[in-house]
C-alpha cells in the first residue's frame, strides 16, 4: 500500500510522495524563480552601469574634441576680423588704390585660407571619436558639429565679396551653431551632472 512521505527539509517546502514500494526515489528539488530573477536583474545592471561607463566616456572624448575645433573656429574668426579692422576702410573703398587692395585683400584671404585649414583638422579629430552605435545622441552630436565645422570652412573659403554684409552667412553660421551646441546637450549621458551642460554652455559662448 503507498504511503506518503513528508520531507519538509527541501528549503521549507513540504513535498508529498507517494512511494510505490520504492525507496530509492528521490524528490526534485524545487527551483525558486525569484533567484532567476535576481540574477537577470543584477546582470542587466551591471550592463547598464557599463554602457553608461563607455558613454561618459566617448561624451568625455568627444567634447574634449568640439571644445578644440571651436576654439579653432573663434581663432580664425577673430583673426580674420582683425584683419578687416586693419585694412577698414581702404579695403573697401572704391577709390583705394588697386595694388593697396590687392594686397589688404590677401591679408584677409590668407588669415582666412589658414583659418579653414586648422578648422578642417580638428574636424577630422571630431569625426575620429569612437562611439557605440546605439549611442544615438552622440553620434548625432558628432554629426551636428562636423557640419558646423563644415559650414565655417565654406564660409572662410568663400570669395570676400560674398562674405562681408551677407545675412545669409550669418544665418547659417548661427543655425549650424545653435544645432551642435543643442545636439550636443541632448548626448549628455543619463545622470550627467550639471558639469557636463556648463561645459557645452562654455564651448559654445562666443559662438555666432
Do not use: C
Not at 540574477?39 to 574634449?64: H, I, M, Y
Not at 580664425?76 to 573697401?92: D, H, K, T
Not at 562636423?146 to 565654406?154: P, R
Amino acid at each position: 500500500m503507498a504511503r506518503a512521505l513528508h520531507r519538509p527539509h527541501y528549503r521549507g517546502v513540504a513535498a508529498d510522495l507517494i512511494l510505490d514500494g520504492r525507496s530509492d526515489v528521490e524528490p526534485r528539488r524545487i527551483r525558486h524563480p525569484r533567484r532567476w530573477l535576481a540574477a537577470v536583474v543584477l546582470a542587466g545592471a551591471a550592463l547598464f552601469l557599463l554602457d553608461r561607463s563607455l558613454q561618459q566616456r566617448e561624451f568625455d572624448q568627444l567634447t574634449d574634441r568640439v571644445a578644440t575645433a571651436q576654439a579653432s573656429i573663434d581663432y580664425a574668426e577673430q583673426r580674420v576680423n582683425g584683419m578687416i579692422q586693419y585694412g577698414s576702410p581702404q579695403l573697401f573703398l572704391q577709390r583705394t588704390p588697386a595694388g593697396v587692395q590687392t594686397y589688404l585683400r590677401g591679408l584677409v584671404s590668407g588669415a582666412s585660407t589658414q583659418g579653414a585649414d586648422d578648422i578642417a583638422t580638428t574636424q577630422t579629430a571630431v569625426a575620429g571619436v569612437s562611439i557605440l552605435p546605439w549611442h544615438r545622441n552622440l553620434v548625432d552630436a558628432r554629426t551636428a558639429f562636423i557640419d558646423h565645422a563644415q559650414t565655417w570652412q565654406g564660409f572662410l573659403r568663400s570669395s570676400l565679396p560674398e562674405r562681408f554684409g551677407s545675412s545669409d552667412w550669418t544665418d547659417r553660421l548661427t543655425a549650424s551653431g545653435a544645432a551642435a551646441s543643442t545636439a550636443l546637450r541632448a548626448a549628455v549621458p543619463v545622470g550627467g551632472d550639471g558639469q557636463d551642460t556648463a561645459r557645452i554652455d562654455k564651448i559654445f559662448a562666443s559662438s555666432p
